[in-house]
């Protein structure tokens, strides 16, 4: 049958009998339309992927249309460099903001790069099979803690200590360096995973050629893996700073937001305000349509194009690392001018650059560790004392480094292995101090009072179980909407799609929308959902935002584990006469069914643990009864503990109750995808 008889899912059918086609009066056959079963599945399934890049789409020109009137107003310029920001007297300068953004960000990589590069590499090149098959997904829940627990333990341990250990420096016990330390802990599981990833795709052909010229473990890993997997490390660092830029509820409540720039600007000390900590804190008082609410959207506008370059930079790194091993081609420009430019430098030239690489390295380092040292002792010391002090550091690293040349490589190794191994413990035992303080203060607020009892007294006293039905509600509604979605886009890019301009555009549309902080979805849930759509402060405007939250994660993980079945399934299932969606639905997703589920489980646990999007789009402090209406606001279990935290004084033993149900619900929900990924992946047959 000709391949035009199929255009439009029709095929020519009107032979019967033995090969005989019947006739018509005329003596010609007759040609009878047979509906191919494929046209509609695949109909559907485009227009699921096409959910996404309208919802990028809208989302961006939603947003970018009321942000206008404050550009207009204030002028483009004026609103990026002016540095005052006090909407009451009519001052919308966002540098503040910007600032404080930038600050806190670039402290949280400052924690989060070696901690978690250094537990990457010792989970790939040290841990043993069995040791890195425990401590990997030790070191994922991380990720699974919401923020706002995060935001709650640093308010109740972290600022504490902080100001006991910085009586001096510290006027108050929030600071920028306390968001940088909360958010760079918080950055850790992305970088740690993304790292080790990049690590471990390094072919083992790499290692086993170092091995065999003579050098030892530790050498193989500076020499040869780390340069081999040095952009999927970038990549990692840049996903941690967007994981930082985008997050909301953990900074707002340690950093002091106070919108000013601090003074000197590396004061560690001193209060700061993001973007995210602006659009929160001002959005649910200012008046609607106004300057100061447009400016805010302009600032989330700032926000979402940050974050979205931001990740574009870190997949764009990412694809010159699959590059670099092989696993895609690299264009052919590109290898022609890297070839261009070698052939134009002589052999004495290349050998010159390589041996004063280390010169150059060693100089760099020692002028980014004077600068940072002479920085931060003059916080604690004089101007003169802070640059002695300074030079004296700076001049026993680069004697340490030149003494570093006499050790043995055994011994080199030794130091190193045994380092990373401190290092890795230090990274568990701040993994242990947040639950464990959470489990010993919260459990014995547990009962069956706290559990099924309501609230009173502003949540000082009572039970939560408003807050636990209104969360599974979120929960539950958010699945209903986003699973359609998300699980058809990942059958038609994995099963449908041809490398193209749409496709592109669906992938970079999916990247930008799991990219977008959460804090912007909850602005355009209540300007576009709350207000415009009139749906006021409701479960379906809340499941409607996180459904378009946690889309992207379904799509990504739903393609990932359909891909990974072998075509051959499919070929053999289409030889015995089923058509290709038959085939799908029948012998492909229920071979990718563990991925699938555990990509639905990761999402819906992260929307369990938001509250910034539902704070402006469903959640109320208080409700003193369970009700099940979509068109109503519900108690939520993240706000009710941002809440109790942050406004109700003498709540302590409540907040820690709180804490402890939510972080519960989370865990198990992350806990429950791990076992079903153990299960589908030992039970794998390809």
């Not at 072919?203 to 780390?226: D, F, H, Q």
């Not at 499941?543 to 393609?559: D, H, R, Y």
């Not at 289409?574 to 069914?593: E, H, N, R």
Request: proline share 5%.
């Amino acid at each position: 049958m000709a391949s035009s008889d199929m255009a439009f899912g029709f095929e020519e059918v009107g032979k019967t009998g033995a090969g005989l086609e019947t006739p018509d009066v005329k003596g010609r056959s007759i040609n009878s339309r047979r509906f191919n079963p494929d046209t509609i599945p695949k109909l559907v399934l485009t227009v699921t992927a096409l959910s996404a890049v309208i919802v990028v789409f809208f989302i961006i020109v939603y947003i970018t249309s009321l942000s206008l009137p404050a550009f207009k107003e204030i002028g483009v310029w004026e609103f990026i460099t002016g540095d005052r920001w006090q909407p009451g007297h009519g001052y919308y300068g966002a540098l503040p903001l910007i600032t404080g953004t930038v600050l806190v960000t670039a402290g949280s990589i400052m924690f989060a790069v070696p901690l978690g590069v250094g537990a990457a590499i010792y989970l790939s090149e040290i841990a043993s099979e069995r040791v890195r098959n425990i401590l990997k997904p030790v070191c994922e829940v991380f990720a699974g803690i919401p923020s706002v627990v995060y935001g709650f333990f640093g308010m109740i341990v972290l600022c504490p200590f902080l100001l006991d250990l910085f009586p001096d420096q510290l006027k108050y016990s929030t600071s920028w360096l306390a968001g940088s330390i909360l958010l760079g802990i918080m950055a850790l599981p992305t970088v740690i995973s993304v790292s080790e990833d990049a690590i471990r795709a390094v072919p083992v052909s790499y290692r086993r050629a170092s091995l065999a010229m003579g050098a030892t473990g530790w050498e193989t890993t500076t020499k040869v893996i780390l340069p081999a997997a040095s952009s999927g490390v970038i990549a990692a660092v840049i996903l941690g700073i967007g994981r930082a830029m985008g997050e909301t509820m953990a900074v707002i409540m340690v950093s002091g937001n106070s919108p000013i720039i601090p003074e000197p600007l590396f004061n560690i000390f001193s209060n700061i305000r993001t973007l995210t900590a602006t659009v929160a804190l001002e959005m649910p008082e200012v008046v609607y349509n106004g300057i100061h609410y447009s400016s805010l959207f302009a600032v989330a506008l700032l926000l979402l194009v940050s974050v979205i370059l931001v990740n574009l930079t870190a997949n764009a790194i990412g694809r010159r690392t699959r590059r670099k091993l092989g696993i895609i081609k690299a264009p052919k420009h590109s290898l022609d001018l890297k070839g261009r430019i070698l052939d134009r430098i002589d052999d004495e030239t290349l050998r010159a650059i390589h041996r004063a690489k280390p010169v150059i390295r060693t100089m760099l380092s020692a002028a980014v560790l004077f600068a940072l040292a002479s920085m931060m002792l003059s916080l604690f010391m004089s101007s003169n004392m802070a640059l002695l002090s300074a030079g004296a550091i700076t001049a026993g690293f680069v004697l340490l480094s030149r003494a570093m040349r006499y050790v043995s490589s055994t011994d080199k190794q030794t130091a190193a292995h045994t380092s990373l191994k401190l290092l890795m413990v230090f990274v568990l035992i701040l993994l242990a101090v947040i639950i464990g303080d959470i489990l010993v203060k919260g459990l014995p607020a547990i009962s069956t009072d706290f559990i099924f009892g309501m609230p009173s007294n502003s949540g000082r006293e009572g039970g939560i179980w408003p807050a636990i039905t209104g969360t599974l509600e979120l929960i539950s509604f958010t699945a209903v909407i986003a699973l359609p979605l998300g699980i058809g886009a990942g059958i038609y890019l994995s099963q449908y799609a041809r490398e193209n301009k749409f496709t592109r555009t669906v992938r970079n549309a999916v990247d930008a929308l799991n990219g977008t902080p959460s804090i912007v979805f909850g602005l355009f849930g209540m300007s576009a959902l709350v207000m415009a759509l009139g749906w006021g402060y409701s479960v379906i405007a809340g499941s409607v935002t996180l459904a378009f939250m946690i889309l992207p994660v379904i799509i990504k993980t739903t393609e990932e584990a359909v891909s990974a079945v072998p075509k051959s399934l499919i070929e053999a299932s289409m030889a015995m006469g089923s058509s290709k969606w038959q085939a799908i639905y029948k012998v492909v997703l229920p071979a990718a069914l563990g991925g699938v589920i555990t990509g639905i489980i990761l999402s819906l646990g992260r929307a369990a643990g938001e509250t910034a999007p539902i704070m402006f789009t469903a959640a109320v402090a208080f409700k003193s009864q369970v009700s099940f209406s979509l068109f109503e606001p519900i108690m939520a279990l993240p706000y009710h503990l941002y809440f109790l935290a942050s406004e109700v004084t003498g709540s302590t033993a409540n907040q820690y109750g709180t804490a402890v149900v939510l972080l519960g619900i989370v865990l198990s929900m992350f806990l429950v995808a791990s076992l079903v990924r153990h299960h589908y992946s030992k039970n794998a047959k390809w």
